[in-house]
């Protein structure tokens, strides 16, 4: 069964950095891409960006230059980068597994608890 976790949320200045994981299990977590994705209340859930089972990552446009995702394959952990943060970029952050091509990603139905972000002065 594919278990995800995400954590690292909390609350940033504008302007700031924050870093947020997402630990998987239940998956051949190394063949597969991953994604992030947010939503804010009374919006839809959104994809931000996904990285490949070999590192290709692709973002929206919203957050191309300061948010970077990674992965460490040996950790089954996928990370979220986030810097330069902006008042937008406050939602709750999820995170899934998927399939990508180097323009598409398709995430898997599976979800975890998600990780609140606040961006706030």
């Known amino acids: 069964q594919v278990k995800l976790v995400e954590s690292g949320g909390g609350t940033v200045q504008p302007g700031g950095s924050l870093t947020l994981s997402c630990e998987a299990s239940?998956?051949?977590?190394?063949?597969?891409?991953m994604g992030w994705h947010r939503q804010v209340p009374g919006q839809a859930r959104d994809l931000v960006g996904y990285?490949?089972?070999?590192?290709?990552?692709n973002y929206i446009d919203a957050v191309k230059g300061r948010f970077t995702i990674s992965r460490d394959n040996a950790k089954n952990t996928m990370y979220l980068q986030m810097n330069n943060v902006i008042a937008d970029d406050t939602a709750v952050y999820y995170c899934?597994?998927?399939?990508?091509?180097?323009?598409?990603?398709?995430?898997?139905?599976?979800w975890g608890p998600g990780t609140q972000v606040a961006v706030s002065a």
């Open positions: 239940g998956s051949r977590f190394s063949s597969d891409a």
């Open positions: 990285i490949t089972d070999d590192g290709v990552t």
């Open positions: 899934t597994l998927g399939r990508a091509s180097r323009k598409q990603y398709w995430p898997y139905p599976y």
